[in-house]
């Protein structure tokens, strides 16, 4: 029977915050949730029976699986009774949702996993993770790939998506109605009636039997794209906010000659129906919203050029809305919105900060209908109910009034798209464009929709925007225009991005920050911002992408506002007009390396120049690594390189076993373990704080205070180190914030299993880090077995291929019939035990897991988690050090080899030549 405090530590902090005034206990800290379930825990008047009878059924439903126990039951008395501990005789039963669909974790594990036996431990219950739901969007999309572009499917995994989360989300809250109007005294036929009535769910979606999932499962067989767009317009019509959303997909929709069929549209709903997608069934709460970020983009991905009209890359989203900075009471504007990324990312701002991101005011505009109905969508699985999304051309007919007149906005935020076409007299607010207007040919409206924007700013707004870099620099009406906006001194900055970033153009962008006239901070007046970041980028097989390392130096950059070398530069006003207003940013801040330079002497007689080793001087004091260890003195202004080097080869192996190079190494390492064993604290703390970007904020000042005085990386690259690294365990802390560290453990199970019983996965599922650290020694035997099997099928291959060459003679190599048997055999015995050994890999893990309690499994992934920032760390520190291979072997290979030399042996081989002509008579 678990303990109140056990049970208690499973239910969230917001569920427990009100319990605290209802039985008027005080607490030291109600953001502590250490300190709530203390509080709880130890009143008498606050009972477990009570404690739990307040909570809905979804929530004891809930607690049951992360206590293990079986969650089956409508009745909450059963479901009290069992955690109780007053039901022990009761038989464990099935988890089925009352509409058909099976919780995810149940699922995640069925084609996985071995009979459980009593040397067998069951899966853990767990939640539906990350990982899994955006396998089965995928594998969704695959059902449909290949039979139509994904630009033309991908309304229909939306819609579908939409609907089953309406229905799974609507079925929750009936059950609870249900419940509620039985404890009244209700009869159970009374109280479903009720529960039926619209006026129940004003804060969800009212579902209709036509658009319940139930029904779309188990009624619509034949003439299917006409039942789901039935059920569509059903789900429409009795919500007001999705007015126009969902009418337009039209599953009858023709694609060439043909439609999709009843098997396929059956196809995905069978699909649809394997997970139940209700809150209490994901791994954290905003699970929903990342898994249909993850869609979009790779409907993006699959559209190619056309995924540029829906999706800006979000890590570009990302950095616009860092520097945007919006705060509660905002109002937020995209004008031209795609999916809603910017308004989206906007109120996951605040939310990561804690902040109330319900009083915050988000509008966008979109002119394509079919985006525009993905971007409400987008809004509603992040729980956005709010969001004015409208859809009609920004620059003829803004559609956000107030007062007849335009409303005003705190920020801009927006990727409009490039190079478009405008007429002049479609413009509705003319007004708007009080610097000049484009040419209305030539696909020049880019300025014409960044003074729209700044015609809607508020006092002390600001605008972040994407666009071409011709706005920068082209002449005519363009010029006028930003010469406009210099005078007015509304430019804060100009940053340069990398080519081939976005979706649809692989031409370089620039993000222009501007700011309402009169809101620059007074040390800014006059004065713009270049920061040429194209060079900040990870360079990808189809697309370049800005890592959370680049993101974190471009927004330091702008906050700072002052000069980096060779990276950013501040520039006035007046030498902008002296450059007649071209802001082309190479003009101000270039990025471009210094040329090689080349000694003549040297490259005559030999020996390095010293000048060119001590312009290296701070790459190698950095990294405590001496010059003097490979270099001799050859006069005062050259060196040679030690006589013990007498291949290049040597150079990387003399540096990398350098005393200087590695001492400073173990300095850093040692910095790392020091700023760990205080740091993980803060993990630790994450399910009773939750403070996910109070943690972020506190490890990157902590990392730098700790790394940054051995000099060996640079500000930036110490903030990459973190950057990067919360990028890829973000969702993992959520998980441990909203689970514990048991349940990130068994989150990562059943994302292993999923990926073994997938059709297509996307790499080894032996490869994730839970496998590496929980079952080395598996890993080492399937390897071995692997490595030994690869070998006897090398040896058969190649005797085979003699024998049929039919070698007239044999070697001492040559294989008999009876060796080549006994290989074969040998071969086969490994081949069996190596599947035997995979066969068993489910249950390996299952017991291995099983061993883990909160303390195990909290040492085991912080491990991981550590050893992941270990990984960033070293690719660093290990960049650094190539660079300074890379400039010793540049040396070696400009001046070892002289001219002088080279001269010499010519000569040497024409008189050899010449020699033996003479001997032949031809001389």
Not at 107 to 130: D, N
Not at 322 to 338: F, K, L, V
Not at 443 to 450: H, I, Q, Y
Request: charged share 30%.
């Amino acid at each position: 029977m678990p303990t109140k405090r056990q049970v208690l530590e499973t239910i969230s902090k917001n569920e427990l915050l009100p319990l605290l005034d209802q039985f008027g206990l005080d607490v030291a800290d109600r953001r502590v949730k250490r300190d709530v379930v203390e509080a709880l825990a130890s009143s008498r008047k606050a009972g477990l029976d009570k404690i739990l009878a307040e909570l809905p059924r979804d929530s004891l439903k809930g607690i049951c699986r992360q206590l293990g126990l079986d969650d089956g039951g409508r009745a909450k008395a059963e479901i009290i009774d069992r955690i109780m501990g007053q039901s022990r005789s009761a038989k464990a039963r099935k988890v089925s949702g009352s509409n058909g669909s099976r919780p995810g974790p149940e699922t995640a594990t069925r084609s996985a996993s071995p009979p459980a036996t009593e040397t067998t431990p069951r899966p853990a219950a767990t939640t539906l993770t990350l990982a899994q739901l955006e396998r089965h969007l995928f594998a969704a999309a695959d059902i449909l790939r290949g039979k139509m572009d994904a630009s033309e499917f991908k309304e229909y995994i939306f819609g579908m998506l939409f609907l089953k989360r309406c229905s799974d989300v609507f079925e929750a809250r009936f059950e609870a109605i249900v419940e509620k109007e039985l404890k009244k005294g209700r009869s159970r036929a009374d109280a479903e009636r009720r529960a039926n009535h619209p006026s129940f769910y004003a804060n969800t979606f009212y579902v209709p039997e036509a658009a319940r999932w139930a029904h779309i499962r188990d009624e619509i067989h034949r003439d299917v794209g006409s039942g789901l767009n039935k059920a569509l317009a059903a789900l429409e019509d009795e919500n007001t906010r999705l007015d126009g959303v969902l009418r337009h997909i039209d599953f009858n929709r023709r694609v060439g000659q043909s439609k999709l069929s009843d098997q396929r549209l059956r196809d995905l709903i069978d699909h649809f129906a394997e997970y139940r997608l209700r809150n209490e069934d994901f791994e954290y709460p905003d699970l929903l919203g990342a898994a249909y970020e993850y869609l979009i983009r790779d409907f993006a991905d699959s559209a190619g050029k056309k995924g540029g009209e829906f999706y800006t890359p979000r890590s570009v989203v990302r950095m616009l809305v860092r520097i945007a900075q919006p705060e509660e009471g905002m109002r937020i504007y995209d004008p031209c919105s795609g999916s809603g990324g910017m308004l989206v990312l906007s109120k996951e701002y605040l939310d990561e900060r804690r902040l109330n991101s319900k009083n915050l005011g988000l509008f966008g505009q979109e002119s394509n209908g079919g985006v525009w109905s993905i971007s409400k969508m987008n809004m509603l699985l992040h729980g956005i109910a709010d969001a004015h999304v409208e859809n009609a051309d920004t620059l003829e007919e803004p559609r956000h009034l107030e007062g007849g007149e335009l409303m005003r906005f705190d920020r801009v935020i927006t990727n409009p798209p490039f190079s478009q076409n405008y007429t002049l007299k479609n413009l509705k607010f003319q007004e708007r464009f009080r610097f000049g207007f484009c040419p209305e040919g030539g696909k020049k409206a880019d300025l014409m929709f960044v003074q729209h924007m700044l015609s809607v700013l508020r006092s002390g707004g600001m605008v972040v925007t994407v666009m071409p870099h011709g706005v920068l620099f082209r002449g005519g009406a363009e010029k006028s225009i930003r010469t406009g906006i210099l005078d007015e001194d509304m430019l804060d900055a100009v940053i340069g991005l990398a080519p081939n970033l976005f979706y649809g153009t692989g031409i370089p962008a620039c993000i222009l920050v501007l700011r309402a006239s009169g809101a620059k901070p007074k040390e800014r007046h006059g004065k713009v911002l270049f920061i040429n970041a194209d060079r900040e980028f990870y360079e990808g097989r189809a697309q370049n992408y800005l890592y959370p390392e680049h993101i974190e130096k471009i927004v330091a950059t702008y906050r700072a506002f002052e000069d980096v070398e060779g990276f950013a530069r501040v520039v006035s006003r007046d030498e902008l007009r002296d450059n007649d207003d071209n802001l082309n940013i190479r003009r101000y801040a270039d990025n471009a390396p210094p040329p090689e330079p080349h000694n003549v002497r040297a490259h005559l007689h030999g020996g390095v120049p010293k000048a060119e080793v001590n312009a290296k001087a701070d790459l190698f004091s950095a990294h405590g690594f001496d010059p003097r260890h490979i270099f001799v003195e050859r006069d005062g202004k050259y060196l040679d390189f030690a006589e013990s080097i007498t291949e290049k080869a040597d150079l990387k192996r003399r540096i990398e076993e350098d005393d200087g190079l590695k001492a400073t190494e173990a300095k850093v390492a040692s910095a790392v373990d020091a700023w760990w064993k205080k740091s993980q604290k803060g993990i630790v703390a994450l399910p009773d704080t939750d403070e996910l970007m109070l943690l972020r904020t506190e490890l990157l000042a902590s990392f730098e205070k700790a790394l940054r005085p051995i000099g060996l990386l640079d500000r930036f690259q110490v903030s990459g180190v973190i950057a990067t690294w919360w990028d890829e365990v973000q969702s993992d802390l959520k998980t441990i914030a909203a689970r514990g560290f048991i349940g990130l453990i068994e989150a990562w199970e059943t994302s292993i299993l999923t990926a073994m019983s997938a059709k297509k996965a996307n790499g080894d599922p032996l490869d994730h880090r839970l496998v590496k650290w929980l079952l080395p020694e598996y890993l080492a035997d399937i390897s071995e077995l692997e490595s030994k099997k690869a070998e006897l099928e090398a040896t058969i291959k190649g005797a085979n291929s003699s024998n049929e060459e039919g070698e007239a003679e044999e070697s001492e190599d040559t294989i008999s019939e009876d060796e080549l048997k006994t290989l074969k055999r040998e071969l086969t015995g490994v081949k069996k035990s190596l599947k035997t050994k995979q066969s068993n890999f489910t249950r390996r893990l299952y017991e291995a897991r099983a061993e883990l309690d909160e303390g195990t499994a909290q040492d085991l992934a912080l491990g991981i988690i550590r050893a992941d920032i270990d990984a960033i760390l070293d690719r660093y520190v290990s960049d650094r050090r190539n660079q300074i291979v890379a400039a010793v072997e540049n040396w070696w290979d400009k001046y070892h080899t002289t001219l002088t030399s080279i001269e010499r042996t010519r000569d040497a081989a024409d008189e050899m030549l010449r020699n033996f002509l003479g001997e032949l008579g031809y001389e």
